[in-house]
């Protein structure tokens, strides 16, 4: 749903700005007309993206990755999800946060919204 439509017709007090911009990043990637999946096992990936019949790119969203724990929770995620699609890179869309690490499986990049939805022609 629409993040602006969904904001006007919910009944809720308080706003949970962290599903609103994994919303966003849902719409933006269903507008490529990708393949996009869920996947959730011990650890969870927001976004398994499919080309064809391979995966493509795992991608996590999160708001706000200052606390150790919750960095490390959606870095775990991409981690355990690599290894298992043998991908060497993995995705984390934030609010501000910028940076890129490496593990053992690869690359993970945190990308804030702005500069990842600036970018056009994604394929994955």
Known sequence: ???GLLLTVSHRFSS???KLLEN?????LRRTECEIYRLVNKKEVDFLIWNKTVPGALINV???VSDADTKKWEVDGLR???HKFNLDNGLIITLHHSE???VEEGVIEFLPY???GLKR???F
């Open 80 to 82: 355990n999800a690599m």
């Open 16 to 18: 949970d700005r962290g």
């Open 24 to 28: 966003a990043v849902f719409l933006d």
């Open 114 to 116: 702005r500069r990842w």
């Open 100 to 102: 890129t690490i490496s």
């Open 62 to 64: 999160c708001l706000d």
């Open 121 to 123: 022609g994604r394929r």
């Open 1 to 3: 749903m629409d993040n």
